[in-house]
């Protein structure tokens, strides 16, 4: 009988971690961990970012060309209204049910449990408060990239346009010649 409980035991030991809590997260833990990472305060910073982003964008857009004070009110309203439409789309109330959603379909309630544990400890807060400062720096290092990302795009779009000119030239000289061997 002993050996029969044994084998009773081990095998619930060995089908403990099947019946871990791997059901969806509840909405009040996903908010918790929304609340513990500020994803709120993320995505408003998101907002500013992509406003700076288009900022960016249209100067590099103008190629330092002066702006008439009429041609620069276009500019900014343009701006103004990229910003407004930014800011509708990144709205908190309408990207939590997003987060809530994603995150119940991506994850189990014990991974949910342990990412509030580690969110929740010092090192956890201290990557929350410094995640804004590294994502920075990433894309301060990028920007170096781009330049050379860019010319190397440019380049290539070049060349394909000339491809398809080249290509249309001698399909109208196939064309030409067609037509004057039929005649």
């Known amino acids: 009988m002993k050996v029969r409980e044994l084998m009773i035991c081990a095998c619930l030991l060995a089908a403990a971690p099947a019946m871990a809590n ?32 288009f900022a ?72 929350i408060h410094k995640i804004p400062l590294i994502m920075q720096n990433v894309m301060v290092e990028m920007q170096g990239m781009l330049k050379p990302m860019q010319e190397k795009l440019a380049e290539i779009q070049k060349q394909t346009i000339q491809e398809m000119k080249d290509l249309k030239a001698s399909e109208g000289a196939a064309a030409k010649s067609h037509g004057a061997s039929t005649s």
């Open 22 to 53: 791997d059901h969806p997260p509840s909405d009040a833990s996903i908010d918790q961990l929304l609340t513990l990472t500020n994803a709120r305060q993320l995505v408003d910073q998101m907002k500013g970012q992509f406003d700076s982003m």
């Open 56 to 127: 960016v964008a249209i100067k590099n857009a103008l190629q330092g060309q002066p702006l008439t004070p009429e041609r620069q009110a276009i500019v900014d309203r343009m701006h103004a209204k990229m910003s407004a439409v930014m800011s509708e789309m990144m709205d908190w109330e309408s990207l939590e049910p997003i987060y809530i959603r994603t995150y119940r379909a991506s994850l189990t309630q014990d991974e949910l449990d342990g990412m509030i544990a580690f969110y929740a400890s010092a090192p956890g807060q201290a990557y």
